[in-house]
């Protein structure tokens, strides 16, 4: 693309930043980071259109220079255009510095392996240092700025990469000392020291500070980059500030042990700070507060005392940020810098300044927020939760407790105070004094209530009403002095603007019963006591339907009677059906079922009905924990909000079947050879109980005929069960597989559905002994049997191999029923009834060492290969 | 103590979006370290669009007031500081420093150096103050001596230059953008060694000192038995300081005359090289007796460039400076309204001007007027449904004057008649405005003697004072009216 003129650089970077995702994804996405690179150098471009050029690109890299390559190319082309600049003065030697160190953060690019980076740390430190780095970086005019943002840049990258800067310590000491600029070269060392110690104290170095502290005006010869440094530290980024409770093992610089040189050497580099740290800007002071109170704190041979000199200066100020860092200070040092005398001074001037007229809201409410988590020296209470310090007596608070006219964050801060008094209060006498805290409390709430009750006031105030009751709620939950007139005050706000209703259920969702149940009450007697039939009727209903319960039931159905007719639209019918629904779920019983009926007749709408109908029929059939597992929340899906979907849900879950894993295991118990079919032993464990199981098989192939279900009334897990009987009717006599179902209900109510791991059905589940034989000719009657089977039949010898047990043991074990004729321990006549009507026959004779051969007929030669496989596996299956 | 990202965004209630985005700015390198430390509570920066969506919601400053919207009206969903939490994309943007001042709405995400789950306390956040100072800083800028829309858009205009100065990696090096502004201009200019940061440049030309006081006094009176009237007075005290060299150093010495009400509550600016004690433990706080420290109070300092709020105070003088009395009683469609003032003795009878404006809220407009005054004449703005009564510069020899009389409304209709959540029924006011030049309330001064300048040349030193009202009520006697906690304390 060519050269753009300066209204289609303003047009593109307009639409780049209305959306950047937008605009990278369009078809001018992909060139931009490339064109802005080379316009950078375009001679047509004036510099206020390459300055707002390099804008973008210090705010988003990451967009035009997705990767660390394009990030190192950019990185480079910037330095390129840097040193290419004319040495007249510029607009953009301080942009482009910017840019490049952006690029090379942003990009993940900084390293010692990146060639931008080795181009830009020796320029950077060669700026800052003030050296003269020839006419290609502009005019004397310019240097000073350009030291100050060389000492940005590097105080950038040292905060990326924490302890890059661990070998220039004495340097910059060296320049604070001389002629540099003093906030950003001080910003810069305090930085640079403070990382040096945190990553000392973590890789539990031996501390070479002196050394460090010490070293000469310029980095003696080689590399001044300390990337080893910068390694350990890029483990972990060093938090500048580390939030409070988290400081402790944070910095853990406990463990450096500095020698007495290196301590002086250390405390006189902090002192040099601190002592010039007036010149700096009060936001500068107080950056400079937090990273050197952290960096010596825990240190030993540092007495926090070198900060004392400042702290009357700082605390007289206005400054949120200064005052603010005096209290991290606090918070690091205690005891050992701020004497009781000393906290209850800073408490004082935090109160003034929490309300002094002068300074703005946020101010006052940043410092209410500090006010009351304060860093005490001595705490009492919890960590963590916001309390009036010991030494803010009601005395100190007094200007600072709410009233009607403070906006509404400034009137919620300060009710939280007066709120943590009247907590205090309850605690000692009552003082017999009219106004106490909790009386001033109660009036505050009325007029909150009352301009909450405003007709068409805004919903703010509505919302500020009754955050503020949340608020007195949470804070006095056990003061009944202070929840009966707020309970009796909020059933009067209803009472006046029923239009509240969804903030009446917010707020008994949100609080404990304390407030909760004399709430529901007051509400409850305050809507039935009104039937209404005008737009008020709808709020009504919402409320019965949060409030309704098992009391005053006759009152409830009689509102909801005389309402009904009033319900024409079925928004206003679904209203008190949630109402029902309510009852329902609290076992209300017979007017209910009388006014459903009367609902489900005279309601026109046929939705509505149709909900009556079915509302009187589950009340009529189902038992009440039934009931109300119907109607509560689905344990499926119990975040949606809509009550529609819920309801459905609710029916979803119980009067649909839930599918759920089987807690059910059933297995097949030994067989039973007796009676006219076989019949399968079942044994039944469960692992949670389980009401009315039904337990459904279907037969694989359809070899059987349809089995019945099996009906279980109670299981209990732990409690044995008698063996389920499972009687089969094959269709041929053949092994097969049952599908099995578990149908069940479960404490909660529901009822479930299983699918359970298929039942085998062996072929010897299939055997059946002859009816008895004759006495006495016992082997007639098996000859007979033999005979018969052929010609139709088929005839079979086979191997039958034997266990160590020998043959006596496996007939005994596996056919013992069977056998007709039997010459222990050599010869067995078996015969075996297979249903329908089949007989397998087998002659087991001669049995020698390792098996027995075996001579088989049967009727139907479709058995044979499953007897055959049968006698074969006998000796496996022991 | 980094910022991750700026935004200024105009309200403009009406308009499809509620507001415009008319300045943002985000710091990538920021931002990196905030993915780092806040890992997987993490949530990054949304583009304009989304945010101002966010934030104008959280505000309350979309048109959607109407419906009962639960992630923002539940009774649960609590701010008690400027600090908020934004939902965007399915996460929580927090914290967003934020506030609305003269329809701009002023923004920050601070860096927060840990996990944002569960929330550390804000006091442990240093970027929490620091992201309000460069939120003050840019509201300062924009509102100085800014009059139109041009202006305001040249001056946002200047913005990115200005934190490129100011803020160059979000971490704010000066929340005083003029001084940023300034050190543009004075690029060429040779610094020596103890140059303070604050002061780009040095002074060239006549030495002089200028110090104004300007007390304003606000007020709440009830004229009940059982209802104490309160006032206070607040002091800002300004000056400029011309004078060459690096650092001047300057004490300015502000003198109470021998009946004067102690100064109390004292902040001071930074460049205040050292307090008395006297000083900084002097406060409202306190029972007030005798032996309250009454000046002179000293305040060393060494001066910036530009002009500067020395300090502020507040006092507590023993008597307001004009007692009243409003009662005001509604009769069906017309109330009957009587009003007296008097001035205390002490106070000087010579106003720039002086007024008692009457507003009628939640009526209808004014129809009819019946009234009789002592003194002054009474304007009637009948769609506003108040009343002006112009008092002028002196009041009467006797100090004191009335007002009586009958108002009769119209019917109200609810787009023109302004609506207000105090002045229910017969709740009402009427708020006194005032100016007296060259008279402050405490008695406190400067005069040329207090200063002592260390510098070359003996400079000119002029000194100005002046008192005006503020928040200056009296409440209908005979209706029910918002009190602090303070009046009940009888």
Redesign the interface.
């Known amino acids: 693309m060519g050269p753009l003129s300066r209204e289609t650089w303003a047009q593109r970077l307009g639409a780049f930043?209305?959306?950047?995702?937008a605009f990278m994804a369009g078809p001018e996405g992909e060139d931009l980071g490339r064109d802005l690179l080379s316009e950078l150098r375009s001679e047509k471009l004036s510099e206020q259109t390459k300055?707002?050029l390099l804008?973008l690109s210090?705010?988003?890299?990451?967009q035009l220079w997705p990767d660390a390559t394009a990030a190192e190319a950019a990185a480079t082309s910037l330095l390129d255009t840097l040193v290419l600049l004319p040495p007249r003065p510029s607009a953009l030697r301080?942009?482009l510095l910017?840019a490049a160190?952006?690029a090379l953060?942003?990009g993940d690019a900084l390293g010692p392996t990146s060639e931008a980076s080795r181009r830009l740390l020796p320029l950077l430190l060669g700026l800052a240092s003030g050296r003269d780095l020839g006419r290609g970086f502009g005019p004397a005019?310019?240097q000073?700025?350009l030291q100050a943002?060389a000492c940005?840049?590097l105080?950038?990258l040292e905060?990326?990469k924490p302890g890059l800067l661990g070998g220039c310590l004495g340097l910059l000491r060296g320049l604070l000392g001389?002629?540099g600029?003093?906030?950003?070269l001080s910003l810069l060392l305090a930085l640079a020291l403070r990382n040096t110690l945190v990553i000392q104290a973590r890789a539990r170095a031996r501390a070479r500070l002196q050394g460090l502290l010490m070293a000469g005006d310029t980095p003696s010869g080689g590399d001044p980059w300390n990337w080893a440094l910068a390694e350990e530290g890029d483990a972990r980024?060093q938090?500048?500030?580390?939030?409070?409770?988290?400081a402790e093992e944070e910095c853990g610089l406990a463990v450096l042990e500095p020698t007495p040189e290196e301590a002086r050497e250390l405390r006189a580099a902090v002192a040099q700070l601190l002592d010039?740290s007036?010149?700096?800007?009060?936001?500068?002071?107080?950056?400079l507060l937090?990273l050197l109170g952290w960096a010596l704190r825990g240190l030993r041979g540092q007495t926090p005392v070198l900060f004392k000199p400042q702290l009357?200066?700082l605390?007289?100020?206005?400054?949120?940020?200064?005052?603010?860092?005096v209290?991290?200070l606090k918070?690091a040092f205690g005891e050992a810098l701020f004497t009781a005398q000393d906290e209850a001074?800073l408490l004082?001037?935090l109160?003034?300044?929490a309300q002094?007229?002068?300074?703005?809201?946020?101010?006052h409410?940043?410092h209410?927020?500090?006010l009351l988590?304060?860093?005490e020296n001595w705490p009492l209470g919890p960590t963590?939760e916001e309390a009036a310090p010991l030494l803010l007596g009601p005395?100190?608070c007094?200007?600072l407790?709410p009233?009607?006219?403070h906006d509404p964050?400034a009137l919620?801060?300060r009710l939280?105070l007066l709120c943590l008094l009247c907590a205090e209060d309850e605690e000692k006498e009552e003082k017999g004094q009219?106004?106490s805290?909790r009386h001033?409390l109660e009036e505050l709430l009325a007029?909150l209530r009352?301009?909450a009750a405003?007709d068409?006031?805004?919903?703010?105030?509505?919302?500020l009403c009754?955050?503020a009751?949340?608020?007195v709620v949470q804070g006095l939950a056990t003061q009944p002095t202070v929840l009966t007139p707020l309970t009796h005050g909020l059933a009067r706000l209803y009472r006046a603007r029923p239009v509240l209703a969804?903030?009446f259920v917010?707020?008994l969702d949100?609080v404990g019963p304390e407030l909760g149940e004399p709430l529901r009450v007051a509400l409850r007697q305050e809507v039935v006591s009104r039937p209404g039939r005008d737009e008020a009727l709808r709020w009504h209903l919402q409320i019965l339907a949060e409030v309704a319960d098992g009391n005053a039931q006759s009152a409830t159905l009689g509102f909801l009677g005389a309402a009904a007719a009033h319900c024409t639209d079925w928004g206003l019918q679904q209203a008190l059906l949630r109402v029902c629904r309510a009852l329902l779920r609290a076992g209300v019983g017979g007017g209910l079922a009388d006014l459903l009926q009367a609902l489900a007749r005279q309601w026109e709408d046929p939705d509505g009905r149709d909900h009556a109908r079915l509302y009187y029929i589950l009340l009529a059939h189902l038992a009440g924990p039934k009931l109300g597992v119907a109607l509560g929340p689905s344990p499926a899906a119990p975040a949606l909000a809509s009550s529609l979907v819920a309801e459905n849900q609710g029916f979803a879950a119980v009067l649909m079947v839930q599918e759920a894993p089987a807690p059910i295991r059933l297995s097949v118990g030994p067989h039973r050879a007796a009676g006219p079919g076989p019949v399968l032993q079942l044994h039944v464990e469960v692992l949670e109980p389980a009401y009315s199981l039904e337990l459904r098989f279907r037969v694989e192939g359809q070899v059987y005929a349809p089995l019945g279900a099996v009906h279980v009334p109670c299981l209990c897990p732990g409690r044995p069960c008698s063996p389920l009987l499972l009687p089969l009717q094959p269709r041929r006599p053949a092994p097969t597989r049952l599908d099995v179902r578990a149908l069940y209900t479960t404490p909660t109510g529901l009822t479930c559905h299983a699918h359970l791991p298929p039942l085998p059905v062996n072929f010897a589940d299939l055997f059946l002994p002859f009816p008895q034989a004759p006495e006495g000719d016992k082997l007639g009657f098996f000859e007979e049997l033999w005979d018969s089977c052929l010609p139709k039949g088929a005839e079979s010898r086979l191997w039958c191999p034997l266990g160590p047990q020998g043959l006596e043991a496996l007939v005994s074990r596996h056919l013992e029923p069977f056998v007709v004729v039997a010459q222990p321990p050599t010869s067995y006549h078996v015969a075996i009834r297979l249903p329908p009507d089949s007989r397998l026959l087998l002659r087991l004779e001669a049995a020698q060492e390792d098996g027995v051969p075996v001579a088989l007929r049967t009727d139907d030669w479709a058995v044979l290969p499953l007897a055959g496989d049968y006698l074969r596996g006998l000796s496996a299956a022991v | 103590m980094a910022q991750r990202a700026v935004w200024l965004i105009s309200r403009e209630p009406g308009t499809p979006f509620c507001g415009t985005v008319r300045f943002s700015r985000r710091y990538p390198t920021v931002e990196k370290r905030a993915k780092v430390f806040n890992g997987a509570s993490y949530v990054p920066i949304p583009e304009d669009g989304p945010f101002l969506k966010a934030l104008l919601f959280e505000l309350r400053l979309l048109d959607d007031d109407e419906d009962f919207i639960e992630s923002r009206d539940s009774c649960s969903h609590i701010n008690k500081t400027s600090v908020y939490g934004l939902l965007i994309g399915g996460g929580e943007l927090w914290p967003v420093v934020a506030f609305l001042k003269n329809n701009m709405i002023y923004a920050c995400v601070p860096l927060v150096e840990q996990t944002l789950s569960p929330h550390p306390p804000l006091i442990s956040i240093s970027g929490i103050s620091q992201g309000f100072e460069l939120l003050f800083g840019v509201q300062d800028f924009l509102s100085l001596s800014q009059k139109n829309d041009t202006e305001l858009n040249t001056k946002l205009n200047q913005l990115p230059d200005l934190l490129l100065q100011a803020c160059p990696f979000g971490t704010l090096l000066d929340a005083n953008l003029q001084n940023s502004l300034d050190s543009i201009n004075f690029a060429s200019v040779t610094h020596s060694q103890k140059q303070p940061a604050w002061k780009v440049g040095t002074y060239k030309g006549k030495p002089q000192v200028s110090i104004s006081i300007t007390e304003k006094v606000k007020s709440m009176q009830y004229d009940k038995q059982d209802i104490a009237d309160t006032w206070q007075v607040v002091g800002t005290v300004t000056c400029k300081c011309d004078l060459e060299g690096i650092m001047p150093n300057v004490t300015i010495s502000l003198s109470l005359p021998t009946n004067g009400s102690p100064l109390q509550d004292i902040l001071v600016h930074p460049c205040v090289t050292s307090l008395d004690s006297a000083i900084l433990t002097s406060s409202s706080i306190d029972a007030m007796d005798d032996s309250a420290f009454s000046g002179p109070y000293k305040f060393p300092l060494t001066p910036p460039l530009e002009s500067f709020n020395l300090c502020y105070y507040t006092s507590q003088v023993p008597v307001p400076p004009i007692l009243g009395f409003y009662q005001m009683k509604e009769e069906e469609i017309q109330v009957k309204i009587t009003v007296n003032l008097k001035l205390h003795e002490s106070v000087k009878n010579n106003f720039e001007f002086c007024e008692a404006h009457i507003p009628f809220y939640n009526r209808g407009p004014i129809t009819h007027v019946e009234y009789k005054v002592s003194f002054g004449q009474l304007e009637v703005f009948r769609e506003k449904s108040s009343l002006v009564w112009i008092i002028g510069q002196k009041f009467p020899k006797s100090m004191e004057i009335n007002l009586s009389g009958t108002v009769t409304f119209g019917a109200k209709s609810h787009e023109k008649q302004s609506f207000d959540e105090i002045c229910i029924g017969g709740t009402a006011y009427l708020k006194l405005h005032f100016r007296i030049l060259d008279y402050t309330l405490t008695g406190c001064y400067a005069d040329q003697h207090s200063v002592q300048v260390f510098a070359s040349g003996k400079p000119k030193i002029s000194t100005h004072r002046k008192l005006i009202s503020s928040d200056y009520y009296i409440w209908n006697s005979k209706a029910p009216a918002p009190v602090s906690y303070g009046s009940l304390l009888l």
């Open positions: 930043r209305a959306s950047p995702s300055v707002s804008a210090l705010e988003y890299p990451a301080r942009p910017l160190t952006t953060v942003a005019s310019e000073r700025p943002t940005e840049c105080r950038e905060s990326c001389q002629e600029p003093v906030q950003p980024l938090p500048q500030a580390p939030s409070w409770p988290a010039t007036y010149l700096l800007t009060p936001v500068a002071q107080a950056q937090w009357v200066r605390l007289g100020t206005a400054q949120l940020t200064l005052l603010h860092a209290l991290a918070a001074l004082r001037r109160t003034v300044a002094h007229p002068a300074l703005p809201l946020p101010a409410l940043f209410l927020h500090c988590s304060f860093p963590g005395r100190l007094r200007g407790l009233s009607l006219l964050m919620l801060a939280h009219d106004w805290p001033y007029g009352q301009r405003l068409g006031g805004p919903r703010a105030s509505a919302t009754f955050q009751s949340y608020l969804p903030h917010d707020l949100r």
